[in-house]
């Protein structure tokens, strides 16, 4: 069954970066796996995926040690700043980073651990209440602060479009996230890069690929609908 999602997602890929015309290999795939067993995992790493993301701190390292170290783990939800230290030098990159003092506790705990860090800069684009991310307005200088930082990485920025039926609705989103890329890269600013734009779930992705993503995240697309089950 996965290995028919991953197909299937892997089709849509390409469909929607040929429309575009960009090449594939601009697009990463992140499996997102947040819930999902340790089996289904493999299964996708048996697939060819070494990209996982995960959304809670301790699930990641519960994966991150049960599977293969060739894995590259996204850290893409809300980070507590208590639990920054456990997961620095195991994550290849932090989706979730929306404000200075989460990333003074990043740099902080690399520094320690003697790492960079790469992250992207969360930004809130559709301004939904009750959502994490920084504003559009702050975004920028926002990452003129975090970039003072020693031992922190901004490779770019990333959104969390709104729940829609039709993702052309989220195009607006998507476009609005590559231009504040821009505006940045404009800049100049020391240690900024801006080339990453971690945007498209399972039901907007091929929008975000035409709209210039070069991450996207699947969950549902891959490992199915998930179950929370309250603990
Ligand atoms: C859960 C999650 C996803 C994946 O969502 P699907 O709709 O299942 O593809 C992507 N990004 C973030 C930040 C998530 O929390």
Redesign the pocket.
Known sequence: MIRDNINAVEDRIQSACSLSGRKREEVKLIA?S?TKPIEMLQQAYACGCRDF?E?KVQELLEKYDKMPKDIRWHM??HLQRNKVKYIVDKVYLI?SVDSLRLAEEISKEAVKKEVTVSILIEINVAEEAGKFGTTVREAVSLVEEISRLPNIAVKGLMT?APYVENSEENRLYFTMLRQIAVDIIHKNIDNVFMKELSMG???DYETAIMEGATYI?????IFGE?EYTSV
Not at 217 to 221: D, L, P, V
């Open positions: 997102v947040k993301g959304n893409i939800g989706h969390i779930m399972t039901g995240r699947i969950g549902t697309g998930r």
